[in-house]
């Protein structure tokens, strides 16, 4: 008896749970049409169970109009298309999470956010408490066409372009904004971080990449699905799994005769959005041919949790300082922040440390200011967990061209040794004097153009009596003079 009811205890303790925080999955595909098709059935199971999934879209699907219409309708093909996807979103909300769904929840309207500096296209649909909510993103990409080749209408552009270098660049159809490859991968994973709500663990579900299992696949799918397992692949918290898209009409039927009406009406109510529009129906025999299929694999468990969700890595110049600021979405078992600073880019060291907050679903914000700065200064970011694992941020260089040379003794009073610091590299040799009171020279030394903004110089065999001073330097045509005492 004992022991059912530590298992009674353990199962409510779960729900509430889940309850508190929905389990959270993000699905990317090309097209507004391919989730109804190819991934209804998993979209609809998660919500079922009280789960929040988030769409991103990453083409417009404009089939070579770009932004214009066809067929005498007054509304923009892929403005149309868009709004279908978003009706058609709210179907599987609705049938899949009746018990908390009086269908009362009106159609939502468009969204700019701004992600990754990107001005997105979003719609949330659903419970503000996440249980069942559904979340589009329009990226309004190019339409590539099936072999990736563009369209006229939107200069050629397409992913595959994009992924194999032949563009640097891909502007969205709607002229919002422009990605380089990095840009575009970059973005999906901060539209993942901003959605995630703190869920250490979660899939990401997109098109198989695999040629084998998925085989003559469209070039949107492959470059979409390219895009956004590269931007997830170094998290390993983050599970992927691999639908077939297109050739799945040529596997086995294995839905339910529910599980393909669920995926009929979702696409339908997409067709019917369209026809509003004066757009031809979508629903033909190719389409109805997906219909009774879906087919995925698992191609990678998530695996421990995301630490340290860092959002933004920035500095700036502020009065002859530099401001360091970051924030982080959640952070799970983080210890401290390291900021590493270098001179050369090259060589990092550690210039101070910020304690985490450990566990946080929020959003944090942190700051350091750095008075001790050169010409030019690189620095990152060192996330170190409690367990000693540890990533690393973007670099940020500060470059201070106006800031007004000037050195400072280190060590003073000094013993055998000398040092001293210079606000900015020297661009030539320099000369270092040393004279007593009497303006008697008891040490000179030449160094060639010094690498570090540090010099040194060793007293070595010169006998040195306690007293006063005077460093004479001279630098990049300037004599500077520094009072030192000897100890």
Not at 226 to 244: C, D, K
Not at 341 to 368: C, F, M, Q, R, W
Request: aromatic share 12%.
């Amino acid at each position: 008896m004992k022991r059912i009811l530590f298992v009674l205890i353990l199962i409510c303790t779960a729900a509430i749970k889940a309850q508190a925080q929905p389990q959270v999955s993000f699905f990317v595909q090309a097209d507004e049409d391919d989730w109804q098709l190819f991934m209804c059935k998993k979209i609809s199971g998660d919500l079922f169970t009280g789960g929040k999934v988030i769409l991103i879209t990453l083409t417009a699907g404009d089939e070579g109009y770009g932004t214009g219409s066809f067929n005498g309708s007054p509304t923009a093909y892929y403005l149309a298309k868009e709004r279908g996807a978003v009706f058609s979103s709210k179907t599987v909300s609705d049938f899949s999470y009746t018990a908390n769904y009086p269908f009362s929840y009106a159609i939502p309207v468009a969204q700019n956010v701004i992600i990754n500096s990107k001005n997105l296209v979003k719609y949330d649909y659903g419970d503000p408490s996440g249980a069942g909510e559904i979340v589009n993103y329009f990226l309004r990409l190019p339409d590539g066409g099936f072999n990736g080749a563009g369209f006229p209408a939107t200069s050629n552009q397409s992913l595959m372009k994009l992924k194999q270098g032949i563009i640097s660049t891909i502007t969205s159809i709607d002229g919002a904004n422009t990605y380089t490859w990095n840009e575009l991968t970059n973005t999906i994973f901060a539209i993942i971080l901003s959605e995630r709500a703190g869920d250490p663990q979660f899939y990401l579900n997109t098109s198989s990449l695999d040629n084998i299992y998925n085989p003559g696949d469209h070039s949107d799918h492959i470059y979409s699905s390219t895009a956004a397992q590269e931007a997830v692949m170094p998290q390993l918290a983050i599970g992927i799994n691999e639908f077939v898209f297109d050739y799945s009409s040529s596997k086995p039927d294995n839905l339910s005769n529910g599980d393909m009406e669920n995926s009929a009406a979702a696409f339908c109510s997409y067709g019917w959005s369209l026809i509003l529009d004066k757009y031809p129906s979508p629903f033909n025999s190719t389409t109805r041919a997906w219909f009774h299929q879906e087919y995925f694999a698992v191609k990678r468990s998530p695996v421990g949790v995301v630490p340290i969700t860092l959002l933004d890595f920035t500095g700036s110049l502020q009065n002859k300082k530099v401001l360091l600021q970051w924030s982080t979405s959640a952070e799970y078992n983080s210890k401290q922040f390291e900021i590493e600073k270098s001179l050369d880019g090259i060589t990092y060291n550690l210039l101070h440390t910020v304690p985490a907050a450990g566990y946080s679903t929020s959003e944090k914000k942190y700051s350091y200011q750095d008075a001790d700065i050169a010409d030019i200064n690189y620095y990152r970011l060192k996330m170190v967990d409690n367990d000693g694992k540890f990533k690393q941020s973007n670099v940020v260089v500060i470059k201070t061209n106006e800031l007004q040379q000037s050195i400072i003794s280190v060590t003073n009073p000094f013993s055998n040794k000398i040092s001293i610091r210079f606000a900015k590299i020297p661009q030539s040799e320099i000369t270092l004097s040393l004279v007593d009171m009497n303006g008697k020279q008891v040490l000179n030394k030449m160094i060639n153009k010094p690498s570090t903004r540090l010099v040194e110089i060793e007293t070595g065999n010169t006998i040195l009596s306690k007293a006063i001073y005077i460093l004479r330097i001279e630098c990049d045509g300037k004599l500077y003079n520094i009072k030192l005492v000897k100890e």
